[in-house]
């Protein structure tokens, strides 16, 4: 059974950075899809960042392209995810998902995933 847990937390000014992490572990082949999905407070949950596990393609949400990288070390079991000239509106709980089956075209969507940790908070804010 695969099990995720993120670290990362923080709070930043405007135009800060934070890395997340996810450590997983579990079956690999029942992660073959790893994401970064942020709550801000009264909304839907959305797709940030997505890896495939073999193989390493990636899709951004385009609120974050050219400001946050997912990246993976495939021997520690590791998902990070680094943000960059945070705004306010990147506040919010940051999930790590873990999904069966990388697919670039649903790679942002939550039915994709399976397997979630419990979050952690990012707030940006002056």
């Known amino acids: 059974q695969v099990h995720l847990v993120e670290s990362g937390e923080g709070s930043v000014q405007p135009g800060g950075s934070l890395r997340l992490s996810c450590a997983a572990s579990g079956n690999t082949e029942e992660r073959r899809a790893m994401g970064w999905f942020r709550q801000a407070s009264g909304k839907e949950r959305e797709g940030v960042a997505s890896?495939?596990?073999?193989?390493?393609?990636?899709v951004y949400a385009d609120s974050v392209k050219g400001r946050f990288t997912i990246s993976q070390d495939n021997y520690k079991n590791m998902v990070y995810l680094q943000m960059n000239s945070l705004q306010s509106e990147d506040s919010g709980m940051y999930y790590c998902?873990?999904?069966?089956?990388?697919?670039?075209?649903?790679?942002?969507?939550?039915?994709?995933?399976?397997?979630w940790g419990r979050g952690t908070q990012v707030t940006v804010s002056s």
């Open positions: 998902a873990a999904g069966p089956l990388w697919i670039r075209q649903t790679a942002l969507e939550k039915d994709a995933y399976n397997v």
């Open positions: 890896i495939s596990t073999f193989g390493s393609s990636i």
